[in-house]
């Protein structure tokens, strides 16, 4: 029997509404009444934007969404809910799926939220398993000097992982000095990026900035591997290659989380990967990332603000009272 809900929709460019869906689940699938979902800033405000590039529509889709860019969409992959029907009624679960208040989805998608972990913390999971993604991609290895360019979300995961690495000294870059008590407490070093120290065995750039990316080649050191973790949909960006980019021998590569690395394809599937980036959430020290929080009924009021804002990280929308 089809069920009511409400759901945000970016109606066009620059605007968002909730509006009514019919949740009609198949004989496969579970429904999840949302307690909590996550705003990624960096990729919804780029969906927010309408800069989504047609070459990316297929690839940059959401795995549960509706509709089409640049819109009307309903996109999101931050869910974190109780599932209300079957044998697993009453499991606390995450979903990639949008911004609505239930919805029904395949079995299979819905993956338990460890006891450890706190339904509210669970919305940094896709945060996470991204993170976990870029260090794999990074081959971060113990010992090494590690420098994360960009200290939101994702990029402070990356640090808050790198500094778990036996032995590694991380510093987290970023020109809001605000940052320096997130990259304390995850334990790692901090900088502004004119006082970033060079010869760093790995560099990751998460800010989708020229200027950050430049900072990434200059403090690499020779033979260093840079990753560029960001995305910049739409737009175009000089890459600094003269100078000593070449003498130094620099690598750089992309990291993208909708592949998992020929490092580990062969044993590891998505469900493994999003399995242990929950379990990563156990740490309370990860609450920090949490920037603000919204009530479902204000998000079509406060979702411009949210994304335009500089000092988001994850901003939490919370659903009933």
Known sequence: MAQAARALWIVAPGQVELRPVAVEPGPDDVVVDTLYTGISRGTERLVFEGRVPESEHATMRAPLQEGAFPAPVKYGYCAVGRVSTGDRAGQVVFVLHPHQTCFACPAQMAVPVPDCVPPARAVLAANMETALNILWDAQV???D???????GTVGA????????????????IDRDGA????????????????AAQGDADVVIHATASPAGLGTAIRIAGVEARVVEASWYGSGEIGVALG???????LQIISS???????SHAARWDYRRRMEVALRLLADPVLDRLISGETRFDDLPRDYPA??????TLCHRVRYGA
């Open 306 to 311: 949210i994304l335009a804002a500089a000092d």
């Open 243 to 249: 100078g000593a980019f070449h003498q130094r021998r």
């Open 141 to 143: 290895a113990p010992g």
């Open 145 to 151: 000097r590690v420098a994360v360019i960009g200290a």
């Open 179 to 194: 940052r320096a008590a997130l990259a304390e407490a995850f334990g790692c070093r901090f900088a502004q990026p004119e």
């Open 157 to 172: 995961l990356v640090g808050y992982l790198a500094a778990r690495v036996p032995g590694t000294d991380v510093t987290l």
């Open 256 to 262: 993208q989380v909708g592949r998992i690395p020929a």
